[in-house]
């Protein structure tokens, strides 16, 4: 599965921004879809997930920020990301779980919250 995301980009405390991931190239059902997060000098961490039965999962730190959102048809996995804050300043991956397990990987897209 190739993984493209769009999106990201620079912003001011406060602001919004909009994160897109499109999958191809497999024939196979995606389970789940989510993004990470790398801040420098930090661990990747799970920003958010949505599973093919609807279930989303969210990290505290932007529960009632962010919103996830799929549309399986098109294989896409969006993250709006509003009153964004300086830590959350990162680089941006999107993830997709398929068959048996297997895990695909974006290129990552950076977010730059400063003012």
């Known amino acids: 599965v190739q993984l493209q995301a769009s999106g990201g980009g620079s912003v001011q405390p406060g602001g919004s921004l909009s994160l897109s991931c499109v999958a191809s190239g497999s024939s196979f059902s995606i389970n789940a879809m989510g993004w990470y997060r790398q801040a420098p000098g930090k661990q990747r961490e799970l920003v958010a997930v949505?599973?093919?039965?609807?279930?989303?999962n969210y990290a505290d730190s932007v529960k009632g920020r962010f919103t996830i959102s799929r549309d399986n048809a098109k294989n896409t996995v969006s993250l709006q990301m509003n009153s964004l804050k300086s830590e959350d300043t990162a680089v941006y991956y999107c993830?997709?779980?398929?068959?048996?397990?297997?895990?695909?990987w974006g290129q990552g897209t950076e977010v730059t919250v400063s003012s």
């Open positions: 993830n997709v779980v398929y068959f048996r397990g297997r895990s695909s």
């Open positions: 949505t599973t093919s039965g609807g279930t989303t």
